[in-house]
């Protein structure tokens, strides 16, 4: 096998190797084996938020739904047994009458069933739709009901490492035998403290023991609600945390994302050239009309301009250091601009202020020496002439 054939079979392999990647869902993964250890942007952030990607548990609002909503039971029974009684009185009395349509059966039926359950379902469904919005705020987005073949054919070594061996697998076991043990001991609890009326069931009227049965039955519910409560709480942080886990990015991706919206470092460095040319050129275009050249007096020079009518104060036109210094003092003496020598002040105004800036108020006295200086000498030019 030549070179050239040597080399086409290795890019077939590592094709062939790498291929099931680019159709794999990134949430089958841990972070660390795709290489993302870097913290999510914001932009990712926001990204994912769109997509109806947020940190929420599911526990808790079940948990928070099966307490009120057992409660709202609790509170409605008496309505609800009173339905149930009247539709069952309704029923019983035309079971035997031959000229009642089985349609208008099931439209008292179903007039029953939604008085019945339409008042726990309304509380429900708002209790659901607060919770929601308490874990994840308001969002609306249709992106996890559309089809995603993606998440179809993944990795199964990796899949099944993550499902048994992860830390989410290790979190998902310890909390459902958390929740089994848990009512497992509310259940023996409370069957225990009452095992001697269990025995007189059958000596008791009907209601009487319906009552008894709901009553320990509802018990049972609310408390294992609130153990269950209890540990949607630590759900919560667990699934904030696997929300920033799934979320974090590879070093790669942070560079692909800065280029995308903070521009390529190759583009950013040849405009910022390009606009440092075009700079210098306006600015030496701005030493003729300067005031003043203020040099070091080799190593920097700045030039100043005051217009009384336009400006509240001197304004820096135009600066440099080393070579190009002593390309603004050249253009300024070809101009008979005035080039005085001051070396704190020169080298202050070249770090403090910048091109287009009006220079700060602690500069006010000095340089308002200068431009008197500079005025006078033109004055006695003029009276020369």
């Not at 929300?243 to 190759?266: A, T």
């Not at 440099?320 to 001051?342: C, F, S, T």
């Not at 770090?351 to 200068?370: C, H, M, N, Q, R």
Request: glycine share 6%; proline share 3%.
């Amino acid at each position: 096998m030549n070179r050239e054939a040597s080399f086409l079979y290795m890019r077939y392999l590592l094709e062939a190797e790498n291929a099931p990647a680019r159709f794999m869902h990134l949430q089958w993964f841990a972070a660390e084996d795709e290489g993302r250890t870097e913290e999510p942007t914001e932009h990712k952030i926001r990204k994912a938020r769109e997509e109806g990607k947020v940190a929420k548990s599911q526990d808790l609002t079940s948990s928070v739904i099966l307490i009120l909503g057992t409660a709202t039971i609790g509170i409605l029974s008496t309505y609800m047994l009173g339905q149930i009684v009247e539709m069952m009185r309704f029923f019983f009395e035309r079971c035997t009458d031959e000229t009642t349509y089985s349609a208008q059966l099931f439209s008292v039926a179903l007039s029953y069933f939604v008085k019945i359950s339409l008042p726990i379902l309304i509380v429900v469904f708002i209790i659901a739709i607060l919770i929601n919005l308490v874990q994840g705020g308001f969002l609306f987005s249709v992106k996890p009901i559309m089809p995603d073949f993606t998440r179809i054919a993944p990795r199964f070594g990796k899949f099944f490492k993550r499902a048994l061996f992860s830390q989410e697998a290790g979190f998902n076991l310890l909390k459902t035998l958390l929740k089994v043990i848990a009512i497992g001991v509310l259940g023996y609890l409370n069957i225990q403290g009452e095992f001697g009326k269990f025995a007189n069931l059958l000596h008791m009227h009907f209601y009487d023991g319906f009552e008894f049965i709901s009553g320990i039955a509802f018990r049972l519910i609310l408390e294992a609600g609130v153990v269950m409560l209890a540990l949607s709480v630590a759900d919560l942080f667990f699934q904030r945390f696997q929300y920033k886990q799934q979320l974090k990015m590879s070093k790669q991706e942070l560079k692909e994302e800065r280029k995308m919206y903070e521009g390529d470092p190759l583009v950013k460095s040849r405009l910022r050239e390009r606009m440092r040319e075009i700079m210098t050129r306006n600015m030496l275009k701005a030493v003729p009309k300067a005031d003043v050249v203020i040099t070091n007096p080799t190593h920097f020079a700045i030039a100043l301009e005051w217009d009384r009518m336009k400006m509240a104060a001197p304004m820096v036109t135009a600066k440099g250091a080393d070579v190009m210094a002593q390309k603004i003092r050249e253009i300024a003496e070809e101009n008979n601009v005035p080039v005085l020598e001051n070396k704190p002040l020169a080298r202050a105004l070249f770090s403090e202020v910048e091109i287009g800036d009006v220079i700060p108020e602690k500069f006010y006295e000095v340089l308002a020496t200068i431009l008197a200086q500079i005025y006078k000498m033109r004055g006695q030019r003029r009276e020369a002439i």
